[in-house]
């Protein structure tokens, strides 16, 4: 008999006595009646918005909101433009940079809900490295030394400051997860109160399960990476991004327009 | 290292006791968890989260078979590989078969308990495979050569001194003790290592069984790196880490997560169901999931199921007495604090390995507390101490001293000799010091050594009544 057969058996043995106390006989289930939502957060999606960026500051993230496509395009490039100069203030003294080159990570710029971005950076001398020069594994390589990584996100949840982002063709993982700083795009329409309410969505619309499946890979993201490990000092940055900007903006004109 | 983990469980506890700098190291990092973990359950409805996810954990363990089963069906329609180990050797050799036929030369690792239990590292680097702990925590301890302390916080028995010095040796970096400037280091030297792994290897926080989804919960990134950059990704997973659905995954996570560090959600929780698709542009190619067993069957058979309702939080390790006065090591085992008390005993082939444990705990119920799942601790802990009994593991002190107790008891005849022996002695030893007895013979001076002993009364209480009835009937 195979080990699977094995421990199979035994649980469904031991399980089948009268005689234990422990697991109760008849236990019922969480329904989505019955299940709690752990947080909770109101309001319209401008006060949802605010919340969002307000639960991300705590977790030591940073955020911007603005009210159209156009002014989150310039709002990307001001904060990649002000990094540069903080990184030039930094050389200047000496300290020690291991990643030097301003290479862009992205997501495939379809998969991004700022059109024209891109072309953008591009105008600006940013080197985008993208998903499809993730394909060769020697190629991998490249983004090693990449300091910036900029993507879309499938949903935000403003009571915990979180993004969801989730694997697929164009959606590297490394983009949200290698480089030192992370540029997050969330367009209004994707942000939601808590994760519990995205979930009751999707369920609703029985996608929920296809979704997990399919990307096979979804991650929530609540700030920079941090750990506390070293005598309880939190240090930012360990493995994962330092810094996340989260860039809000309303796209219902875009999508509007779009419909 | 000031504890010997291979010394006896009074030497350990002893060594301990005698070295400062552990206790507040571990009294730091303890006192910290317990306030946030007190904050964020207290900022949500914490006493339902504890109930529901206590509710939903039963109704796991009351359908297990199934539920692993589905679990195992959807892995693979996900492309992904099921196994199944009765024993940590038996994981041990699917996962070195696994590296073999992979041609895996160097594994990256992410915190994993369950790794732990069965010697995982070992078993891998004698085979000539290079395995690199990616958590800062462990990582930390790998270099130094020593085993975690913490469930949750690997390092707490450390002070920033220690890192400072062990740093400066095995990477080469100038002493500092700025954690920032440590963490760069530690950050630069594994991002080497990521970027160079064929295989990581995993826990399992727990799994779903209806998507066939592992999920991993990090704050540092080094989980996500480990399932992500090398193109083969091994999980193992306890058989009882398991979740019926996604909505039920997101409740457990959450009350995870404030219990172990009073976080909201750790800063990254990565849920993966199988190897990268085809059209994906990274990710691995392999999936592998190992379910463990290593005694947990035989812990449901013994009774002590409700043992296996735990998240590994380690909540009742922040708050217990014992634990933050000695620490992680003196227990001797992969897992420590109350539940290690309990689950070591129970996971080992012969519970009287660790036959000490159980009586580690001045039963406060300070752990039964604060559990996210409730479960009743100290309870678990006095069946043991009975079960120890049962199978002839108490010491034989206590044996002895129960025999004469059973012998003296067992007459009425036999109990009177006993108490007016009792009675002549106790008060000849209190009339040396005055009053109270200052100082019994051993074994019993461990009593005396902090109190008084009072002395027994001059006539039993049979003697009194038998005076005062025939003083009643003559009146």
């Keep these: 008999m195979s080990s699977r057969d094995q421990i199979l058996n035994r649980l469904r043995r031991t399980l089948k006595r009268y005689d234990l106390r422990f697991p109760p006989e008849n236990p019922t289930p969480l329904t989505p009646e019955t299940r709690m939502a752990v947080t909770h957060a109101e309001g319209d999606r401008w006060a949802l918005a605010e919340r969002f960026g307000q639960e991300l500051e705590k977790l030591h993230g940073s955020y911007s909101i603005l009210e159209t496509v156009a002014e989150a395009r310039m709002a990307v490039i001001a904060q990649l ?123 609703k619309q029985g996608s929920l399960a296809d979704f997990l499946r399919e990307s096979a890979n979804v991650v929530l993201i609540s700030g920079p990476s941090k750990s506390a490990d070293i005598e309880m000092n939190l240090t930012l940055g360990v493995h994962g991004p330092q810094q996340i900007h989260a860039v809000l903006f309303d796209d219902l004109e875009a999508l509007i327009k779009a419909g | 290292m000031s504890v010997d983990v291979h010394a006896p469980f009074k030497k350990r506890v002893e060594q301990a006791l005698s070295d400062p700098a552990l206790g507040s190291a571990v009294e730091r990092a303890t006192r910290r968890m317990v306030a946030a973990r007190a904050a964020a359950m207290a900022a949500v409805d914490g006493e339902r989260l504890r109930n529901q996810t206590r509710q939903m954990k039963e109704y796991v363990l009351r359908h297990l078979p199934e539920l692993l089963e589905e679990l195992e069906r959807n892995v693979k329609a996900n492309g992904g590989h099921v196994h199944w180990a009765q024993d940590g050797e038996e994981a041990n050799r699917i996962v070195r078969e696994i590296a073999l036929q992979a041609s895996v030369k160097k594994v990256v690792k992410s915190k994993s308990m369950t790794t732990e239990e069965i010697h995982l590292n070992q078993a891998l680097e004698a085979t000539d495979i290079q395995v690199v702990e990616t958590d800062l925590g462990e990582y930390i301890i790998q270099l130094a050569g020593e085993l975690p302390s913490h469930i949750v916080a690997p390092v707490a028995h450390k002070r920033i001194e220690d890192i400072s010095e062990l740093f400066h040796e095995k990477l080469d970096i100038p002493s500092t003790l700025d954690p920032a400037a440590l963490c760069a280091a530690a950050r630069a030297a594994l991002r080497r290592e990521f970027f160079s792994a064929d295989m990581g290897i995993s826990g399992c926080n727990f799994a779903i069984a209806e998507t066939g989804t592992v999920c991993i919960v990090t704050n540092e990134g080094n989980g996500r790196m480990v399932t992500s950059l090398p193109r083969v990704h091994v999980a193992v997973m306890g058989i009882e880490k398991l979740v019926p659905t996604v909505e039920d995954a997101i409740l457990q996570l959450q009350a995870l997560t404030r219990s172990a560090t009073g976080q909201a959600l750790s800063v990254y929780v990565s849920m993966t169901s199988g190897p990268r698709r085809e059209d994906h542009p990274d990710g691995p190619d392999q999936f592998h999931l190992i379910i463990l067993d290593n005694g947990r069957t035989k812990m449901l058979e013994e009774d002590y199921g409700e043992a296996m309702l735990c998240l590994r939080c380690g909540a009742c390790l922040n708050i217990c007495p014992v634990y933050r006065t000695v620490g992680g090591h003196a227990y001797g085992s992969t897992y420590s604090g109350p539940i290690g008390a309990v689950i070591s005993p129970l996971l080992a082939p012969d519970k009287a390995q660790f036959k000490e444990l159980p009586h580690a705990s001045t039963l406060c119920s300070a752990c039964r507390d604060v559990c996210p799942v409730k479960i009743d601790l ?60 200052h100082f019994l013979p051993p074994p019993l001076n461990a009593w005396t050594q902090s109190r008084d002993f009072p002395p027994f009364a001059r006539t039993s209480f049979r003697e009194w009544w038998q005076e005062r009835m025939a003083l009643r009937q003559r009146d």
């Design chain 2, 378 to 437: 100290p309870r678990l802990l006095l069946d043991l101490r009975a079960d120890l009994v049962v199978e002839g593991a108490a010491p034989l002190p206590e044996k002895l001293a129960i025999r004469a107790f059973i012998k003296a008891a067992s007459s009425r005849e036999s109990f009177e000799r006993a108490g007016k022996l009792a009675s002549a002695a106790s008060n000849a030893l209190a009339s040396l010091s005055g009053g109270n007895i």
């Design chain 1, 81 to 203: 433009l002000t990094w540069l100069q903080e990184d030039q203030e930094q050389r200047r003294t000496k300290v020690a940079i291991h990643e030097l080159d301003w290479d862009l990570l992205l997501w495939e710029p379809e998969t991004l809900p700022i059109p024209g971005l891109a072309p953008a950076l591009k105008d600006l001398d940013f080197r985008l490295v993208l998903p499809q020069d993730l394909q060769d594994p020697k190629e991998r390589e490249r983004i090693y030394p990449v300091r910036v990584g900029i993507t879309g996100v499938d949903a935000a949840f403003a009571s915990t400051g979180t993004i969801l982002v989730a694997a697929g063709p164009g959606k590297s993982r490394a983009a949200s997860l290698t480089p030192l700083r992370h540029i997050a795009l969330i367009p209004l329409s994707r942000l939601y109160p808590t994760v519990e309410s995205w979930l009751a969505e999707q369920r």
